[in-house]
């Protein structure tokens, strides 16, 4: 069972805007930055957000981050078939000694 | 652009040590954080570890008393040890870099993977 929570399955038809909750706690979330990340199936995973909303360049504005409190969410506007993929948000957790923790993944479905 | 590369063997005997190196080429080790991840397979991202350039080390609290994390320097890689493996540590094992303009705990780059399979 994963520290951070996520949906296990989203989906959206093309043009349309998804988003995916990613839920911690008071040790991570609280108050550490959230990354997202996107695995395509068969590549390794791409940075997508970190910092809870910023944009690594090359990554298109479609794609955006917010937090507040212990949660987080990712947002994908304009639903491309290339964002088929599965989605992981992580956060630094401060017990025992520190470390990072990720959410189970979200597999987005582009129908 | 820095490339990561992982190596070791694919398959590993239960009980016995999981030895995985990461080959960082085009760039150098000092000033970032190294670290490894896994997919078991069906499962999500566990991070399972890193060795910051100078050498301190963070492990995930579940495999902490199983593994280390070591760097060598003069070889640009860093390497993992996973002792008395189980079924459980079969999975898909990354390496990644941390600690650039992004942050410490952002991952830009990843290795390809390569696959363990404990029998």
């Known amino acids: 069972q994963s520290v951070l929570t996520q949906p296990p399955s989203a989906s959206g038809t093309p043009g349309q805007r998804v988003t995916i909750s990613c839920s911690g706690s008071?040790?991570?979330?609280?108050?550490?930055?959230v990354t997202w990340y996107q695995q395509v199936p068969g590549t390794a995973p791409k940075l997508l957000i970190y910092s809870n909303n910023q944009r690594p360049s090359g990554v298109p504005d479609r794609f955006s981050g917010s937090k507040s409190g212990t949660s987080a969410s990712l947002a994908i506007s304009g639903l491309q078939s290339e964002d088929e993929a599965e989605y992981y948000c992580a956060s630094w957790d401060d017990t025992l000694n520190g470390y990072e923790v990720f959410g189970g993944g979200t597999k987005l479905t582009v129908l | 652009q820095e490339l990561l590369q992982e190596s070791g063997p694919g398959l590993v005997k239960s009980s016995e040590t999981l030895s995985l190196t990461c080959t960082v080429s085009r760039g150098s080790i000092s000033g970032y954080y190294w670290n490894w991840i896994r997919r078991p397979p069906g499962k999500g991202l566990e991070w399972i570890g890193q060795v910051y350039y100078t050498g301190s080390t963070h492990y995930n609290p579940s495999l902490k008393s199983r593994v280390s994390i070591s760097l060598d320097t003069s070889k640009n890689q860093f390497s993992l040890r996973v002792r008395s493996v189980t079924a459980a540590d079969t999975a898909l094992y990354y390496c990644?870099?941390?600690?650039?303009?992004?942050?410490?705990?952002?991952?830009?780059?990843w290795g390809q993977g390569t696959e363990v399979t404990v029998s």
């Open positions: 008071s040790s991570n979330i609280g108050r550490n930055t």
């Open positions: 990644a870099r941390g600690g650039y303009i992004y942050g410490a705990d952002a991952f830009d780059i």
